[in-house]
């Protein structure tokens, strides 16, 4: 019980992809985020950061479908546990956090959990 109470929010990993800033911007808006470079990890391969991401029991966010993807799947077919890969085309800071604040809003951690989502599904004003 304990951990379905602990992962009802979406805890956030920024990969070296996604602005550095983000991750901040979105603790000060009450939300658990920390990017690569906080981190000390900008210097991963993707498959680092995702296994990094998945210790962390974080989602993490890229804006590297075309390498995420397939890892998604090898993943999926492996029946390897992570806590959700969210995509985005690269944005101003501002539209980015915009979208993860909206995504952060209406999806659980449980909801995530193994899924692969897009950021542009979170655009609507």
């Known amino acids: 019980m304990a951990d ?6 979406i805890t956030l990993y920024t990969d070296a992809d996604v602005h550095g800033k983000l991750a ?6 009450g939300f658990d ?11 991963l391969d993707d498959l680092e950061q995702l ?11 890229t804006c590297n479908a075309r390498h995420f993807a397939p890892l998604y799947q090898q ?4 029946k390897r546990k992570h806590y959700g890969i969210i ?3 690269q944005l ?9 604040l909206c995504m952060l809003n209406q999806l659980s951690a449980e909801e995530l959990e193994n ?5 542009a599904e979170f655009s609507e004003r």
Request: charged residues 20%; positive net charge.
């Open 4 to 9: 379905k109470i602990e992962r009802l929010f």
């Open 24 to 29: 901040a911007q979105i603790r000060a808006r």
């Open 33 to 43: 985020a920390i990017s690569a470079y906080e981190a000390g990890h900008a210097a």
């Open 51 to 61: 296994e990094y991401a998945t210790s962390q029991q974080r989602a993490i966010l």
């Open 75 to 78: 993943w999926w077919q492996a």
């Open 87 to 89: 995509v985005s085309q």
């Open 92 to 100: 101003p800071v501002g539209e980015m956090l915009r979208r993860v």
């Open 115 to 119: 899924g692969y989502r897009n950021l």
